[in-house]
């Protein structure tokens, strides 16, 4: 699965920095607060578990109202009584765009994520369990988002964009035998800019 991924991360790069010699170059950034519950349940969950993503669009077919992209994202969270894990995925994203700058926004992802617990890790040893040091676990994730979004220059194909996203994802395997599969939710808030875009002379 790793190599998969190293090679996916190499095309994703690649296909960003051609594409950068030829349009402005969109960045996302955003925060999240993320949680073990049952996709669509819950909005707002508490106590705050807190991620960040940061991703790039390397595929886009844009029309006057809509918009579908391939997203690129890598991020981190943070769950005090369960896990931490660094994550790397792909959405297939589609905007519908209203000529007053609100954006509706759905993807469906795919990804991977190698998390780390967070509570002490023993090992059966020699007839007794000792601490041990936590490798990690590799897992599949596998995400569904929807979510709103508004264009600060509702007229410029290059607008920066703040939105809200509800994502439900679920990571596999996660306890064969026992829990195969844990759901997740993510409440985001981010921001899309462009880089490398050039100055009319």
């Known amino acids: 699965m790793k190599q998969y991924l190293l090679l996916f991360c190499a095309a994703a790069l690649f296909s960003l920095s051609t594409k950068a010699q030829k349009h402005p170059t969109p960045i996302t950034v955003s925060v999240f607060n993320e949680a073990t519950a049952i996709p669509f349940t819950k909005f707002v969950t508490t106590p705050v578990h807190p991620g960040i993503q940061v991703g790039s669009n390397f595929w886009n077919r844009e029309r006057k109202h809509t918009h579908l992209f391939q997203t690129f994202n890598i991020g981190y969270f943070f769950h005090s009584k369960l896990n931490h894990g660094f994550f790397t995925n792909t959405e297939l994203a589609y905007d519908y765009k209203f000529n007053f700058g609100l954006n509706i926004k759905t993807s469906i992802g795919i990804g991977y994520l190698h998390s780390f617990t967070t ?47 509800y994502q439900s994802w679920a990571e596999y395997p996660y306890s064969p035998g026992f829990i195969p599969v844990m759901t997740h939710t993510n409440l985001q808030l981010g921001t899309k800019f462009f880089i490398n875009q050039k100055k009319d002379k």
């Open 119 to 165: 509570q002490k890790e023993y090992q059966f040893e020699n007839g007794s369990y000792k601490s041990g040091r936590d490798k990690g676990n590799s897992r599949v994730m596998f995400s569904l988002g929807t979510g709103l979004g508004y264009r600060l220059q509702k007229s410029n194909l290059y607008s920066p964009e703040i939105f809200m996203m």
